[in-house]
């Protein structure tokens, strides 16, 4: 129905400018390298904003209609198999944005989160740069708050279920891969449950040889212990304290896949309306049998207002204090003397 085209700035900037000499016309689109097929469906992605910024979105459209990553996304590309999933790229292996997919906004697009009033970003952890891994969400689940959850003793966080890509491949945002579950790790934050499940894409060099935290040890050594330590301290130079993780480490990938499967099925109470919503916009449109969430694709454009056609303007910077590294010692306190705008 839409002819996509991403348009990055630069080649906006060549569009408005006639009157300018022009150089050789060389109009940039992602829609080859951004846009996915499997199943027979195709996802495409619409951008709009400048990123580093508090009005920038990125929306999903399938088929060339607007959907939701988080409600319209399956979660198993093969329903018999559980350990494997789809997995919604929010941030980038060594990107700092906190970027993450929008809960209260119709067909939840992707933004950058606030924090005081201005994007947030997570400091450079020495010897980690920014998210040292792919970070995301896993379409189809829920952290509900609405209880205290078995294993963790916590109420979820009311999101989407987390996790952390090893693939050699960093990732880009909205990207939508098929990934391996081998194990996870229970965090604790701040007396929330608030899952990160570690996963690696079935492209990865080594995805066959590798099924669980003890097979991703053998050929990728120290990464599963750097990756639990990042956990624990990225909030630390923000202020906040040492982030607990239940049960102290990873638990193994089939307890893992069996609470991503329990998320899932809180999800389907969230869409079919059953439990307290808690503010999340769940509208859909892939279930008509949930008439109180789903809209029709092609009406979803019009009834949200959503863009359908991408708009990207030149990033903003990001913020001096995050171009520097940060230094904890073994009590986990931030040693600040390296800090000098802290
Ligand atoms: C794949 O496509 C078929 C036919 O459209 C559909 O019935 C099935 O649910 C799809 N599977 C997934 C995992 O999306
Ligand atoms: C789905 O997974 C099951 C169990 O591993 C397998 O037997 C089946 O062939 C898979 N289906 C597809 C379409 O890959
Ligand atoms: C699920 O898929 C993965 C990746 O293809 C494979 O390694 C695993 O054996 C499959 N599990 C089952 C139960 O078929
Ligand atoms: C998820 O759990 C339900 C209920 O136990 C089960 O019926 C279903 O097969 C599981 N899904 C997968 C993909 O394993
Ligand atoms: C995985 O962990 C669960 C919970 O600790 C345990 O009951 C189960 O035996 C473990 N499975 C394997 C294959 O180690
Ligand atoms: C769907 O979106 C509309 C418009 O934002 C909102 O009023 C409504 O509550 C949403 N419905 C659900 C089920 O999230
Ligand atoms: C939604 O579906 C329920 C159950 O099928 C039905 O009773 C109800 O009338 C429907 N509501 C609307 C607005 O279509
Ligand atoms: C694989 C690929 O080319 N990904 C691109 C998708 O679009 C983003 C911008 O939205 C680019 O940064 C990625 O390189």
């Not at 996915?36 to 990123?51: K, M, P, Q």
């Not at 790229?89 to 970027?99: D, N, S």
């Not at 982030?243 to 069996?258: E, L, Q, R, T």
Request: proline share 8%.
């Amino acid at each position: 129905m839409l002819a996509k085209q991403l348009t990055i700035g630069a080649a906006l900037l060549l569009v408005g400018s006639s009157a300018l000499p022009q150089p050789e016309r060389r109009q940039t689109t992602y829609s080859d390298s951004n846009t996915t097929t499997f199943n027979g469906t195709t996802y495409s992605l619409v951008e709009v904003g400048a990123r580093n910024t508090l009005d920038w979105r990125m929306w999903l459209e399938r088929n060339g209609n607007p959907a939701s990553f988080w409600h319209d996304v399956p979660i198993y590309p093969n329903e018999s198999n559980s350990s494997v999933i789809n997995f919604v790229v929010e941030i980038p292996r060594w990107t700092a944005g906190k970027i993450e997919i929008n809960r209260e906004e119709p067909l939840n697009p992707i933004f950058h989160d606030e924090r005081d009033g201005a994007p947030r970003f997570v400091q450079d952890i020495w010897p980690h740069k920014a998210y040292p891994f792919i970070y995301g969400s896993i379409p189809r689940t829920w952290e509900s708050p609405n209880f205290d959850h078995d294993f963790t003793g916590f109420p979820g966080d009311n999101d989407p279920m987390d996790a952390f890509d090893v693939s050699q491949d960093v990732g880009y945002t909205g990207q939508i891969k098929q990934v391996k579950i081998l194990g996870g790790l229970a965090v604790n934050d701040g007396g929330e449950t608030d899952w990160k499940m570690l996963v690696i894409g079935l492209d990865d060099p080594i995805a066959p040889m590798v099924d669980s935290v003890g097979d991703l040890e053998e050929y990728r050594p120290g990464v599963i212990a750097a990756y639990r330590e990042w956990f624990h301290i990225y909030k630390i130079a923000r202020g906040d304290e040492y982030i607990p993780i239940v049960g102290g480490s990873y638990v193994n990938a089939s307890f893992a896949a069996a609470t991503v499967n329990d998320s899932h099925r809180f999800w389907q109470a969230l869409v079919a309306g059953f439990v307290d919503s808690n503010e999340i916009s769940y509208n859909q449109t892939t279930l008509p049998q949930y008439n109180g969430s789903y809209v029709r694709p092609s009406e979803a454009a019009e009834r949200f207002g959503i863009p359908v056609e991408s708009n990207v303007l030149p990033a903003a910077p990001k913020p001096e204090e995050y171009q520097q590294w940060y230094y904890i010692n073994a009590n986990y306190e931030l040693i600040e003397a390296n800090t000098p705008s802290a």
